[in-house]
């Protein structure tokens, strides 16, 4: 096993620029996220399943399994699922 899911990420506001690396849970997709610097509330863009995915330097854990060959249960963009906490 070669490949490692990356569970760290850089996201950037869309408002200010600004840019934080974050820890992305495994379980869950974060769909509301508060800029730390202009707390402005970011949200996915559609078609994605959390800010990571619109907003991130990396895919989400989820979105990195569906895409890797340990995938689970494959499923396609329209009905991805996520944990919702
Ligand atoms: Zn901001």
């Known amino acids: 096993m070669t490949e490692t899911l990356k569970t760290t990420s850089v996201v950037s506001c869309p408002d200010c ?38 907003h991130g330097t990396i895919l989400c854990p989820t979105s990195q399994m569906e895409k890797s060959s340990y995938t689970i249960v494959r499923q396609r963009r329209a009905g991805r699922a996520c944990t919702i906490n």
Do not use: F, W
């Open 17 to 54: 620029g600004h840019s934080v690396v974050e820890a992305m849970p495994l379980d869950v997709c974060v769909r509301l996220y508060e800029c730390k610097n202009c707390q402005q509330l970011i949200t996915p863009e559609s078609g994605d399943c959390c800010i990571y995915c619109s």
